[in-house]
């Protein structure tokens, strides 16, 4: 069993950033992707960022250059960076790993980018 434990949504104006943590936890888990998935109400679930195991990350177009995903392998934890926030940002933040265990989600943190 794999826990994702999220933190760092809030609410912020246009230009600011956030920092969303995900921690993962289980016992003899080995991760091989950590990612960040986003949801807007009425909109269908979309990968923003992930990174493998000693890969390079991968991003949505529209946050390339403004958002940064990073992972510590001995923590099993994933950030997302998101700098020059725009109120298209605006969703439920989900970290997401795929691991030895399978596929698990984090509980979702919410983004609120105001104009």
């Known amino acids: 069993q794999v826990q994702l434990v999220e933190s760092g949504g809030g609410l912020v104006q246009a230009g600011g950033s956030l920092r969303l943590s995900c921690a993962a936890s289980g016992s003899s888990l080995s991760i091989y992707v950590m990612a960040w998935y986003r949801q807007a109400p009425g909109k269908q679930r979309e990968l923003v960022a992930n990174?493998?195991?000693?890969?390079?990350?991968n991003y949505l177009n529209s946050v390339k250059g403004r958002f940064t995903i990073s992972r510590d392998n001995a923590k099993n934890t994933v950030w997302l960076q998101m700098n020059s926030l725009k109120p298209e940002d605006t969703a439920v933040y989900y970290c997401?790993?795929?691991?030895?265990?399978?596929?698990?989600w984090g509980q979702g943190t919410q983004v609120t980018v105001s104009s």
């Open positions: 997401g790993v795929t691991s030895s265990f399978g596929r698990y």
């Open positions: 990174i493998a195991t000693g890969g390079t990350p």
